[in-house]
């Protein structure tokens, strides 16, 4: 089991930046990818990177590429994502997920395939 904790959510203004922790707990060795995901209200979540374990391999969705990056430090066990040149619709509730399974191109930013979760952190945008 592994236990995710997300932080450093907040309200920015357009243009400005924020970046998010994810502190995981319990078998992180077993962690194969772990990836951000976003929701707003009505609205299926939706990838926005991910990160496979041990290695320097990452995925963006095209929404956020050059402007978030994520990242992973192994010794503390936490997952970060760097949003920079942060826009409205980038406002939503920011979850961090993990899972042990090794995930082909087209699983890297699927929910479904993702089985730790954290409550979550919110991020406003606002101009």
């Known amino acids: 089991q592994v236990q995710l904790v997300e932080s450093g959510g907040g309200s920015v203004q357009v243009g400005g930046s924020l970046t998010l922790s994810c502190a995981a707990s319990?078998?992180?060795?077993?962690?194969?990818?772990l990836g951000w995901f976003r929701q707003t209200p009505g609205k299926e979540r939706e990838g926005v990177a991910a990160?496979?374990?041990?290695?320097?391999?990452?995925r963006y969705a095209d929404s956020v590429k050059g402007r978030f990056t994520i990242s992973l430090d192994n010794v503390k066990n936490t997952l970060y994502l760097q949003m920079d040149s942060l826009q409205p619709e980038d406002t939503a509730m920011y979850y961090c997920?993990?899972?042990?399974?090794?995930?082909?191109?087209?699983?890297?930013?699927?929910?479904?395939?993702?089985?730790?979760w954290g409550p979550g952190t919110q991020v406003t945008v606002s101009s």
């Open positions: 319990g078998a992180t060795a077993s962690m194969a990818w």
């Open positions: 997920a993990a899972t042990s399974s090794g995930l082909t191109y087209s699983q890297h930013l699927k929910a479904d395939w993702y089985g730790s």
């Open positions: 990160i496979k374990n041990y290695t320097p391999i990452t």
